[in-house]
DNA sequence: CCTCTCATGTAAGACGTTACATGATTCA
DNA sequence: TGAATCATGTAACGTCTTACATGAGAGG
């Protein structure tokens, strides 16, 4: 549901077609939200026929690339949009990590592989905390709302690092040098 | 398809039938994690199929309600379990919040009720950290990985609130007293 | 007797991802 | 000519949520 209202989000800034909307979404928001053409054109069809965007079918001789769908927002869409950022958000937070389901069950496990893993994720963001710090950079002259979102993921990104090293070093220097399986919640219930 | 893999590494700990699979989710990650009985027992039962679990019916007398399936996990669910254990996570870590998806478009709306869904926010978020650290300080005797994530679960928290407080801040010291929408990102494409 | 908790399950639908199909233009 | 990019769309699949149906036993 979320996604027809970001479309309508992103139409107020200009007018976009389909395969634009990802492209932005890819360059603004890429570092940390990600999107595909089967959730992007069912829902323009869907918010069209809805009346809350409309197109022009342009085909500007000097451009490339085939004929494409030029939306903008129509005031009826203006006023949903409005009604849904006013309104208190329908749900809570949604954070899921494969990686996480797996740290769970390490003392399941092999030690050396599971500080194998961990020095991966290591990795992993600390290149994207790379690639986040240089978007911010790059891109000074932005509004304060997305500004500080980019923050916010620069912030996330450092706590989960902080948070990854710490995890090595106790898992590292724990006791438990064997691979028995470690009964964590057992006696609990 | 890890639903499958969080269901054999519970099984790890004990013995269980698919209610119990629920609230004991509840109990020790319900702070985090959520998940219904439209997973679980289509998981159970496929997971069955698989040779991957068993189970003995067993209706206790002394028990109260009906009958349950007390499931445990075969030498090929440990197998399995383990490979997928060793893995590198196959994927990325997934976060969606309604709330932050208003936020970036918070430009485009009316800042004084920006600063109301903020204030709900920062208070739903000041509740769940009380319970997080209250879930922490109950529970002492956990092994290492389940107190690292709860711990995580609080530094997230914190880290969360301390932003919103900024961006609270920010928004309401900022020069922008009328409600014109904010071209964030024109003119970049 | 009525409600609550325990317990198992199915069905419908919303949502998301991946893959596929099509075709034009640009550039090497 | 062949690959890359631009552009629109559909189909199949998998996952997740919500709602519903059923029923036993405990306690007020």
């Known amino acids: 549901m979320s996604i027809r209202f970001a479309i309508l989000g992103l139409l107020h800034y200009k007018n976009m077609h389909g395969y634009r909307i990802k492209t932005h979404i890819e360059r603004h928001f890429g570092h940390?939200?990600?999107?595909n053409f089967g959730q992007i054109y069912p829902n323009l069809k869907s918010l069209y026929e809805d009346g809350l965007i409309d197109y022009n079918e342009e085909?500007?001789?000097g451009e490339k690339g085939p004929s494409r769908k030029l939306y903008h927002i129509?005031?009826?869409?203006?006023?949903?949009?409005?009604?849904?950022?006013n309104s208190f958000p329908e749900g809570n937070m949604i954070l899921r990590d494969p990686f996480l389901m797996r740290f769970i069950f390490f003392g399941f496990g092999d030690r050396e592989r599971a500080l194998e893993i961990i020095?991966?994720?290591i990795a992993d963001y600390e290149e994207q905390l790379d690639r986040r710090l240089r978007y911010i950079e790059k891109?000074?002259?932005q509004g304060m709302y997305v500004r500080l979102i980019s923050e916010l993921g620069v912030e996330f990104n450092q706590m989960f690092l902080d948070w990854l090293k710490r995890a090595r070093e106790e898992l590292e220097s724990s006791t438990d040098h064997g691979h028995d399986p470690e009964p964590v919640l057992s006696g609990i219930d």
Do not use: A, C
């Open 32 to 35: 940390m939200w990600s999107i």
């Open 74 to 85: 129509t005031d009826n869409g203006r006023k949903m949009f409005q009604e849904w950022l």
């Open 59 to 61: 085909n500007v001789p």
């Open 119 to 121: 020095d991966e994720q």
């Open 139 to 141: 891109r000074q002259h």
